[in-house]
C-alpha cells in the first residue's frame, strides 16, 4: 500500500528534535521524497509485474504434439451426460470411438490437469488430451484456445460454476466456436456444470444455487436465473438438464424451473436430470441415449404442468442402466412413473 503524505506527517511529528532550530515543516517535504516517493514507485512496479504474470489461462497436453486430422465421415455426433461425482468408464469409451480416435479437449474455468491421464491412459482411443483452464473471461477471445476448439474431434466440459460459463463465455467467440463444432457434427459432453449448460435452456445460478425446498418456498427467489444454455444442439431442443439429481434431491427445483419457463412462454419444456456417477451417452444421428452408471443411478425425464399460484402437477421417469430414452422428445419406452403435484410450496408424491 502507498503511504501518504499525511501519514507520514503524522509518524514525522512523534519524533523528538533536539535542535530547537531544526524545522519539521521544512525537514517534512525533503524526508518524504527520499523515503516515500521510492516506496511508491516500487508499489507500482509490482503491481505491474502481477499483472503482466497473471495468466489468462493453464494449458496441458498429453499424446500427440501435433493436431491429428481425423476424416469427417469416421467422427460421429454425440452427447456425453454426466450427472457428476463420478467419471463413469464405458461412457467414456463410448465418447473415444465417437471422436474417431482423434484429438479430445476439456475445458473448464477452474481445476487443473485432472483428466488428463485419466482420459488418454485409463480410457485410451484419443490420439491426445488437451485441458484448457480459462481463468480470466479474456481467455475466451485467446487464438490459442479458438485453434485448440476448432482442432478438436471431442469436447468436454468439466464440472465447477456454470455462472461463469455464462458469464465468460457467452456472446465471445469461443461460445461461436463451441457451437461451430456442435454443427460440424462432432462430439461435445460434459459434466456438473458442463451438463448445466448444455441443453436448450438453463439454471445458469448467477446469484448462487438454489435448493429444492428454496425454490419451492419461493419460486421467485433472486437466485432463480434461468436463460439459454451454451450451445444448441439439436438433441437438446427444448430441454433443461440438472445434475446431481437424485442425491441433493432436485426434483422440486427442476419441475419449479419447468413451471417458471412456462410461465415466461415457452412451450413444450422437458427437464432432464441426471444422477451421479452417471451418464446418458446420445447417438447424434438416431437420438437414442443409453443410460451408464457406476453408482446404481438413473436418468429421469421430467414433465411438470403449472396451474395458478404455481400449483401444478408431472410425472418423473426414471431411466435406469441399460435403458434407453429417445432425444430430443425424450420418449420413454417403458411405464414406469412417479407422478408428483406442487402444492402450497411442497412437493407431494404419489
Not at 516500487?42 to 509485474?49: D, E, G, R
Not at 497473471?54 to 451426460?81: C, E, M, Q, Y
Not at 465418447?95 to 479437449?105: M, N
Not at 419460486?219 to 450451445?231: A, H
Amino acid at each position: 500500500m502507498p503511504i501518504s503524505e499525511k501519514a507520514l506527517h503524522l509518524w514525522f511529528e512523534t519524533i523528538p528534535c533536539p535542535n530547537a532550530s531544526f524545522s519539521r515543516s521544512q525537514a517534512l517535504p525533503n524526508l518524504f521524497e527520499i523515503v516515500a516517493r521510492p516506496l511508491q514507485l516500487l508499489f507500482v512496479c509490482l503491481s505491474l509485474l502481477r499483472a503482466l504474470s497473471a495468466k489468462d489461462f493453464d494449458s496441458w497436453r498429453v499424446g500427440s504434439a501435433v493436431d491429428t486430422h481425423v476424416a469427417a465421415n469416421i467422427v460421429a455426433p454425440g452427447l456425453l451426460l454426466s450427472g457428476g461425482r463420478g467419471d463413469v468408464d464405458d461412457a467414456f469409451r463410448w465418447f473415444a470411438s465417437r471422436c474417431g480416435g482423434g484429438d479430445v479437449l476439456v475445458l473448464r474455468t477452474s481445476g487443473d490437469d485432472g483428466y488428463q491421464e485419466y482420459l488418454y491412459k485409463k480410457i485410451g482411443g484419443f490420439a491426445s488430451v488437451t485441458t484448457f483452464a480459462l481463468r480470466e473471461p479474456k481467455a475466451a477471445s485467446s487464438p490459442h484456445v479458438l485453434a485448440a476448439v476448432s482442432a478438436a474431434e471431442g469436447i468436454f466440459l468439466a464440472g465447477g460454476d456454470q455462472a461463469r460459463y455464462i458469464r465468460e463465455w457467452v456472446g465471445t467467440p469461443l461460445q461461436k466456436a463451441l457451437q461451430a463444432h456442435v454443427d460440424a457434427g462432432r462430439p461435445i459432453g460434459g459434466t456438473s456444470a458442463g451438463l448445466a449448460v448444455l441443453g436448450q435452456h438453463s439454471f445458469h445460478a448467477l446469484h448462487d444455487t438454489i435448493t429444492s425446498a428454496e425454490v419451492l418456498s419461493d419460486p421467485n427467489d433472486v437466485r432463480v436465473t434461468l436463460g439459454s444454455g451454451l450451445v444448441l444442439h439439436p438433441m437438446m431442443r427444448g430441454i433443461l438438464t440438472d445434475s446431481h439429481f437424485s442425491a441433493r434431491d432436485r426434483l422440486g427445483r427442476l419441475a419449479v424451473f419447468l413451471g417458471l419457463l412456462q410461465r415466461q412462454g415457452v412451450q413444450d419444456v422437458i427437464g432432464l436430470g441426471v444422477d451421479e456417477g452417471t451418464a446418458v451417452c446420445v447417438d447424434g444421428i438416431s437420438g437414442v441415449g443409453k443410460v451408464m452408471s457406476v453408482r446404481g443411478g438413473c436418468a429421469w425425464v421430467v414433465r411438470f404442468t403449472v396451474e395458478n399460484e404455481f400449483r401444478g402437477g408431472g410425472v418423473a421417469s426414471p431411466i435406469r442402466v441399460g435403458e434407453t430414452v429417445v432425444f430430443p422428445e425424450l420418449h420413454v419406452g417403458h411405464a414406469e412413473r412417479i407422478s408428483f403435484r406442487i402444492e402450497g410450496g411442497s412437493l407431494l408424491t404419489d
